[in-house]
């Protein structure tokens, strides 16, 4: 007897969780599994293959707990190539992990550009969007926070792994931005939403792909890597080292960071302009500063690399309070790096606004400043100038070629930034108190689990506060 999408849930719970506890969008990592509930289970499709959708809790013992969407396939003979997605046996069928079965992630395509309610699941276009529900699809490579699947060359479907209570604010402002017609995002084509008791939920965005698109993160380790390579050749020539400009080196990425700025700020314009901008009130400042203050109190009593630091810093974030010109607060992006823009041959394009995934919800759809996402890519150009790895160069060599790239590159997005909004550098104190907080969190961040990279942070630091 074929038993109903809930049971069948609920009698995997241990395999499940021996799976789970390997994916990369798995947030409990940390801390043994004691179960996996079943929260709610809906038949998609068929019966052999048969696709269920489902969202489970995983009791770590904790509350309240983490909810993840799962999409399950059952199969009475599993081809080869699904074996590697294999979850567990139930009677004599497999079920395994859908979303590496074209033949299955087709029904979420097929259901999306029919507009399917099934059980409270909502698959829904966007207004006037017509599909090619002839593509098949392939998990993207690197598997992030959540699973992507591209159909084709054509679309791209995000299925949002650990589920947040309330709308996403990727679909939320991917709409709202599509709504004023902002160039640099890809374009919004359709959704899965649905409801967890009283509250929505956002189960899936489904976008145009961009199929000419790099990711900024590797430009820009591309760029670092050559300046590097140049400079090992002029430390090996005969006569004084000294290092490299990065403005003379091939790969030179400064035209492509200023293009990258400009569209930044086109974004930030473009948000205003769809979910509205206001002044912040005068107890802003001062609550921003008791934040960043209070994380740094809580890294440093973790982090003894920190200790020579913790005065500077405090003075730097009690700078924030005495800042007499206005702030403006509005929705942002809230997780801007170099790995979540991509270039195409027209343009640069920001994507997943979801914001930093561990922070709640009511926070990351606060308000806030443009400068905070403006120090999120500053931050990241200093990464990516020391990800390409030392080898055998001088390490002063490298440490002075890794800053000039770093600096040349931030000029070149805070110029073509300032070509749209007001300069980021205008407003220094508080730009430099958002990336030092930003620091703060990368030194917990490393100290927890890269220790090797602690020094990015701490020299970071010690450049912006000395
Ligand atoms: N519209 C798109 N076109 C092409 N590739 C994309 C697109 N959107 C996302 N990607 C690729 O998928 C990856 C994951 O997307 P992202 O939205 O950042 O998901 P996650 O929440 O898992 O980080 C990106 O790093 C990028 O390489
Ligand atoms: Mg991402």
């Keep these: 007897m074929t038993s109903t999408a809930a049971d069948l849930i609920a009698g995997i719970s241990d395999p499940l969780a021996a799976v789970l506890a390997e994916q990369r969008w798995f947030a409990g990592k940390d801390r043994p599994i004691r179960a996996v509930i079943p929260v709610r289970a809906t038949d998609l499709a068929g019966s052999d293959p048969r696709l269920i959708h489902a969202v489970v809790e995983v009791d770590q013992g904790e509350s309240p707990r983490d909810r993840y969407q799962l999409l399950l396939g059952v199969r009475s003979d599993l081809p080869e190539f699904l074996g590697h997605a294999w979850v567990a046996a139930c009677g004599d069928q497999a079920v395994y992990q859908a979303v590496h079965d074209p033949e299955l992630t087709a029904v979420l395509l097929e259901s999306i550009a029919h507009g399917v309610e099934v059980a409270g699941l909502r698959f829904a276009t966007e207004p006037g969007v017509a599909l090619d529900t002839e593509q098949r699809s392939r998990p993207v490579g690197a598997e992030q926070s959540n699973t992507s699947l591209v159909y084709g060359q054509t679309y791209i479907l995000k299925l949002f792994r650990k589920l947040a209570i309330g709308r996403s604010p990727d679909l939320e402002l991917h709409r709202a931005l599509a709504a004023v017609g902002c160039e640099h995002i890809a374009a919004p084509l359709g959704s899965i939403e ?28 591309a760029s670092v890597r050559d300046l590097l390579g140049e400079s090992l050749l002029i430390e090996r020539a005969p006569g004084p080292a000294k290092p490299n400009d990065p403005a003379d080196a091939g790969g030179d990425f400064a035209a492509e960071a200023h293009r990258l700025g400009h569209a930044v700020a086109a974004v930030h314009a473009d948000l205003a302009t769809a979910l509205g901008a206001s002044r912040a009130s005068p107890g802003y400042l001062d609550t921003l500063a008791t934040g960043m203050q209070r994380r740094l109190d809580s890294v440093a009593s973790q982090v003894p690399e920190l200790a020579p630091h913790v005065d500077a810093l405090r003075a730097a974030f009690n700078e924030v309070r005495e800042i007499d010109s206005p702030v403006r607060l509005q929705r942002i992006h809230g997780d801007l790096h170099l790995g979540q823009v991509l270039r195409t041959v027209t343009r640069w394009v920001l994507i997943d606004f979801e914001g930093e995934p561990m922070v709640p919800l009511a926070e990351r759809t606060a308000p806030a400043s443009t400068l905070r996402d403006v120090a999120g890519m500053l931050r990241s150009f200093d990464y990516a100038a020391h990800h390409v790895p030392l080898g055998d160069t001088d390490p002063e060599l490298h440490a002075a070629a890794a800053l000039a790239w770093t600096t040349r590159n931030q000029d070149a997005f805070c110029d073509g930034y300032a070509q749209v909004a007001p300069d980021p550098r205008k407003d220094a104190a508080l730009l430099r108190a958002f990336e030092l907080d930003k620091a703060v969190y990368e030194v917990s961040y490393e100290h927890a689990h890269r220790p090797a990279w602690l020094p990015i942070p701490l020299a970071a630091i010690a450049r912006l506060t000395h």
Excluded: D, H, I, K
Aim: charge should be negative; avoid cysteine.
């Design 194 to 221: 649905g409801w967890l008791g009283a509250e929505p939920v956002t189960y899936g965005m489904l976008s145009e792909f961009l199929r000419s698109a790099v990711e900024g993160w590797a430009m820009a380790t």
